[in-house]
């Protein structure tokens, strides 16, 4: 099973911010939360991770709660080209065989 | 950029062919990794490298095998196709100095089993 909780689909206005909910109560101490995106009939993309701090750069920010139970990827200007799958993983560096992609966000931006 | 390339976009098999599908990464990662992925289903991992000729098997080996004789060059067998094996396949790559989830996926294959 996966060891995060998306919500299975989104809609967001064109140039206005998509904030998308990851919810992984049960991280380890020396897991990372990385989010990647599909688009459709492509391989996954790495967007952006973090271990406890806040994370930006040029594609997206990444806020992660105190406790490390939630993060939140905020795409600031939501363009059509972002429609995507997005998914949530928790990993450490050591258990590749537990690296789990779940169901993932489909983010529908709209016009 | 890292560069994960896989042969085929599409590629349409009769029942028990033998196929192979093909991965080349171009950064000198240590690590490869093939996963299918099927609607409502996530991807699910099939085998993984640690090295060359080193294979490990993910959640779902059964009717697959791997084949890792150069270190940039990872292919995944099916050694009789079946039906139930018609999906998309991404292969991956990333170094053993990168936290597990820094991978860089190829564009996938897309195969039918007819």
């Known amino acids: 099973d996966a060891k995060t909780t998306q919500p299975t689909s989104m809609d967001c206005a064109e140039g206005r911010a998509a904030n998308l909910p990851c919810n992984h109560s049960?991280?380890?101490?020396?897991?990372?939360v990385y989010w990647y995106r599909q688009i459709h009939s492509q391989g996954p993309q790495y967007i952006i991770h973090?271990?406890?701090n806040n994370e930006t750069n040029e594609m997206a920010s990444l806020i992660i709660t105190e406790d490390r139970k939630s993060s939140t990827l905020i795409l600031p200007h939501a363009t059509l080209r972002d429609t995507a799958v997005y998914y949530c993983i928790v990993a450490s560096g050591t258990s590749y065989d537990k690296v789990i992609f779940g169901p993932g966000t489909s983010l529908s931006v709209i016009p | 950029d890292v560069k994960v390339t896989q042969s085929s976009r599409y590629l349409v098999k009769r029942t028990g062919e033998k196929v192979f599908l093909e991965c080349v990464q171009d950064?000198?990662?240590?690590?490869m990794f093939w996963y299918r992925q099927d609607p409502g289903l996530g991807l699910r991992l099939i085998y993984f490298s640690y090295d060359v000729k080193m294979k490990e098997k993910g959640d779902i080996p059964e009717g697959y095998s791997v084949s890792r004789e150069k270190k940039e060059r990872f292919s995944l067998i099916l050694e009789s196709a079946s039906t139930n094996q018609t999906s998309m396949y991404l292969c991956?790559?990333?170094?053993?100095?990168?936290?597990?989830?820094?991978?860089?996926f190829g564009s996938g294959t897309r195969l039918t089993v007819v």
């Open positions: 950064m000198d990662h240590e690590n």
């Open positions: 973090g271990l406890k």
């Open positions: 049960t991280i380890s101490g020396n897991e990372y």
């Open positions: 991956a790559s990333t170094t053993t100095s990168t936290w597990a989830g820094g991978y860089t």
